[in-house]
T-cell receptor, first 113, second 115 residues
Framework: KAGVTQTPRYLIKTRGQQVTLSCSPI?????VSWYQQTPGQGLQFLFE???????NKGNFPGRFSGRQFSNSRSEMNVSTLELGDSALYLC????????????FGPGTRLLVL | AQSVSQHNHHVILSEAASLELGCNYS??????LFWYVQYPGQHLQLLLK????DPLVKGIKGFEAEFIKSKFSFNLRKPSVQWSDTAEYFCAVNANAGNNRKLIWGLGTSLAVNP
């Protein structure tokens, strides 16, 4: 089985711009979770999607949003980028719940200038 | 607020030394506990998990962890480390707190094993 894939792998944006990141889960996995990883804050949970619905949400501002398509692929959008949004964004998929084993993608490294 | 604390940020060991990485969490209710590992250049992957039952959990590559409920701890152990264990280790806790369940992560421990 192919693993979790994320595109793009690297991204450079400037403040005020918006960005969309994509995640393709492992075939058959219906739960997709997104995380922000930074050296100072570690891994922070953004949100989880299941069957095209946001099921859980972390403590991030509304500039961070996401969606999931019928094929379980997910996108994450960040609007009005700030310098502090520079981070590695990880996507993880699991069969039905983030409580199960999660399989992580390689991440998208976002740099905001 | 729930939190996860990993005591050591950086650990350096020689091969064959014993390893114990600490993980404590702050939440009084039912929890599910995980250790994930990220080897250099690779994705995060599950090392072991505890949901219920025997508090001593065995994972891949000879790792084990013990859940001590009274101490709110889930420490990771390995009796004899190898150079290939060099990696970053993350403890995560799923606190089943009402409708807003989420996985809370520690900041990670970077382990370097010298050959």
């Amino acid at each position: 089985k192919a693993g979790v894939t994320q595109t793009p792998r690297y991204l450079i944006k400037t403040r005020g711009q918006q960005v969309t990141l994509s995640c393709s889960p492992i075939s058959g996995h219906r739960s997709v979770s997104w995380y922000q990883q930074t050296p100072g804050q570690g891994l922070q949970f953004l949100f989880e999607y299941f069957s095209e619905t946001q099921r859980n949400k972390g403590n991030f501002p509304g500039r961070f949003s996401g969606r999931q398509f019928s094929n379980s692929r997910s996108e994450m959008n960040v609007s009005t980028l700030e310098l502090g949004d520079s981070a590695l964004y990880l996507c993880a998929s699991s069969l039905a719940s983030y409580q199960e084993t999660q399989y992580f993608g390689p991440g998208t490294r976002l740099l905001v200038l | 607020a729930q939190s996860v604390s990993q005591h050591n940020h950086h650990v350096i060991l020689s091969e064959a030394a014993s390893l114990e990485l600490g993980c404590n969490y702050s939440y009084g209710g039912t929890v599910n506990l995980f250790w994930y590992v990220q080897y250099p250049g690779q994705h995060l992957q599950l090392l072991l998990k505890y949901f219920s039952g025997d508090p001593l959990v065995k994972g891949i590559k000879g790792f084990e962890a013990e859940f001590i409920k009274s101490k709110f701890s889930f420490n990771l152990r390995k009796p004899s480390v190898q150079w290939s264990d060099t990696a970053e280790y993350f403890c995560a806790v799923n606190a089943n707190a009402g409708n807003n369940r989420k996985l809370i992560w520690g900041l990670g421990t970077s382990l370097a094993v010298n050959p």
